[in-house]
């Protein structure tokens, strides 16, 4: 994923890289993340160069984004969406 579609995504989910970030992956371990204080410019760059870092799935709809974990996200987002596509009509 390159950093423009990572930032839409985040803006669309209205959260930081952290809160999005993969704790438990080894990168996460070798590149220090949990013993220093990381940007979210630097740790973006992070995330880019190495996906293992990004919690996945995410799913985009139109203008919204979920992290799927819980997987209930993703049939909250659905809903959602389908009942403001009714609306609309």
């Known amino acids: 994923m390159d950093r423009q579609t990572l930032e839409r995504l985040l ?3 209205g959260a930081r890289p952290h ?3 993969r704790t438990n992956e ?3 371990k070798e590149l220090g993340l ?8 630097e740790l973006i760059d ?12 995410i799913l985009e709809i139109e203008d919204r984004a979920v992290l799927g974990r819980p997987t209930e996200r993703i049939g909250e987002l659905l ?10 009509s």
């Open 11 to 13: 803006a669309k989910m």
């Open 46 to 57: 992070l995330m880019v160069q190495h996906p293992d870092l990004v919690q996945r799935p």
């Open 19 to 21: 809160d999005i970030l």
């Open 26 to 28: 080894a990168v996460y």
């Open 34 to 41: 949990g013993q220093r204080e990381v940007s979210d410019d």
């Open 79 to 88: 809903d959602q969406m389908g009942m403001e596509r009714k609306e609309k």
